[in-house]
C-alpha cells in the first residue's frame, strides 16, 4: 500500500475544448486523427499531472476508436479522468464529444485509455503516484477492471506472461468452458 495520500478523481479531472480549424483536417474536411491523439495525450498527459504531483510521460495508449467523424468547424470537449494509480503509473480514461460550434450534433466521437508514468523531480525515474479513491459506482467499475486492462497492456508489450495474468484468467474463469469434440 502506498505511504501517499489517496486523491479522488474530482481532483484531477481535466477539461479541454478545442475548435477544429483548417490546419487540423484532412482534404475530406474531417479532424486528422493525429491532431486528436495529440490532444488527448495532452489532456491525458495533464490530468495525470495533477494526481500525481509530478510531471509525466506517455507510457502507452489502448486501442483508440474513431467512431464519428469530428468536421472542420465542430467543437470539441476531450475530458481526462484518473482510473487507477499503480506503484508508479496512472491510467487515464480518455473520452471525447464533438458539437456543431452552436452546440447542435452533440456526440461521442472517441474513447481511449492511456497510461501514464510520474517522473521524479530530475524527471529520470519512475517515482510513487498517489493510490486513487473511487466514490461513484462507475469510477468503482472502471477502477476495478484497471487490473485486467494493465494485465492484457503488459502481456501484448511482452513484460508479462499470459498464464502469469491472474486477474484477466480470473475474468475467462467466470464463463462456462465449451465442450470439446473427442
Not at 1 to 6: H, N, Q
Not at 36 to 48: F, S, T
Not at 60 to 69: G, L, Q, W
Request: with cysteine; charged share 25%.
Amino acid at each position: 500500500m502506498s505511504a501517499l495520500k489517496g486523491k479522488t478523481t474530482e481532483q484531477s479531472k481535466t477539461t479541454m475544448t478545442e475548435l477544429i480549424m483548417p490546419n487540423d483536417t484532412n482534404p475530406l474536411g474531417n479532424l486528422m486523427g493525429g491532431n486528436l491523439m495529440r490532444w488527448m495525450d495532452i489532456c491525458g498527459g495533464i490530468c495525470a499531472a495533477k494526481h500525481s504531483g509530478n510531471h509525466v510521460v506517455t507510457a502507452s495508449v489502448d486501442h483508440i476508436s474513431f467512431t464519428a467523424p469530428i468536421k472542420l468547424g465542430d467543437a470539441i470537449t476531450i475530458n481526462a479522468t484518473v482510473t487507477r494509480a499503480f506503484s508508479t503509473s496512472v491510467e487515464i480514461y480518455i473520452e471525447v464529444y464533438a458539437r456543431d460550434i452552436t452546440g447542435d450534433n452533440p456526440r461521442k466521437s472517441n474513447h481511449a485509455f492511456m497510461t501514464f508514468v510520474a517522473l521524479d523531480p530530475i524527471k529520470k525515474t519512475p517515482c510513487p503516484v498517489p493510490p486513487v479513491i473511487p466514490l461513484s459506482a462507475e469510477e468503482q467499475k472502471l477502477y476495478e477492471a484497471a487490473v485486467r486492462r494493465r494485465e492484457l497492456r503488459l502481456i501484448l508489450a511482452g513484460k508479462m506472461k499470459p498464464e502469469d495474468a491472474t486477474e484477466v484468467r480470473s475474468f475467462f474463469d467466470k464463463f462456462p468452458k465449451p465442450a470439446t469434440d473427442q
